[in-house]
């Protein structure tokens, strides 16, 4: 089993569509989540860190389930600028190292 | 604000080759890390750098060495390149551990290995 796990996509939506991704992950003593977002052939960018409580910016909704051990993306009112690859992080304690999902595709069409 | 900064973008070898990808940062960052990306494999750590002068192995260290020249500037060298390494490479940096903060990227290198 893969230590992160992403739905590769991709997933095509409607300009306007709310969409959501869900990413698991296997260690339960994670400590630390992420959304990165990388446009196509461009360097991954951080879009928002995952806290316990969930935490909103804008359209952007990240949500975590210890749990379930898996975290969440919803973007509400799409636009075509959201067209990317989104990728899930999770840091493991030991080694303190990142461990980055091989990243879901969004493409938003007119 | 250059941020971090890789050379060079683009390069083809032929088997057996060496070159040396360059990387520096002027965030004043503690932390730097080479990756690769590769289709359907997601980013993988080749080597990383808490803190000047160490370095330490990741994920996918065969082939490759690397140097922490200063808190600046992290190099990744592959010593006799084999097709397996065709990849885009990607130099980031953090200003702590980056279990901690946010990685910034450069724009990577397209490496072929022909």
């Known amino acids: 089993r893969k230590e992160v796990e992403q739905d590769p996509g991709p997933f095509n939506v409607p300009e306007g569509a709310t969409v959501a991704f869900n990413c698991t992950y296997s260690n339960s003593a994670s400590q630390s989540f992420f959304w990165y977002r990388q446009d196509c052939r461009k360097e991954p960018k951080l879009l928002m860190s995952v806290y316990s409580s969930g935490n909103e910016d804008g359209r952007f909704t990240a949500q975590l389930n210890r749990a379930s051990q898996y975290i969440s993306l919803l973007i509400r009112d799409s636009k075509l600028s959201d067209s990317a690859t989104y990728l899930c992080v999770v840091s493991l304690i030991r080694g303190g190292k990142l461990i980055f999902g091989q990243g879901t595709e969004l493409s938003v069409k007119p | 604000n250059a941020g971090v900064t890789q050379t060079p973008k683009f390069q083809v070898l032929k088997t057996g080759q060496s070159m040396t990808l360059q990387c520096a940062q002027d965030?004043?960052?503690?932390?730097m890390y080479w990756y690769r990306q590769d289709p359907g494999m997601g980013l993988r750590l080749i080597y990383y750098s808490a803190s000047e002068g160490t370095t330490d192995k990741g994920e996918v260290p065969n082939g490759y060495n690397v140097s922490r020249l200063n808190k600046r500037e992290f190099s990744l060298r592959l010593e006799s390149a084999a097709p397996s390494q065709t990849s885009v490479y990607f130099c980031a940096s953090s200003e702590v551990g980056g279990w901690d903060s946010p990685l910034h990227f450069g724009n990577g290198t397209r490496l072929t290995v022909t």
């Open positions: 965030m004043n960052h503690n932390s």
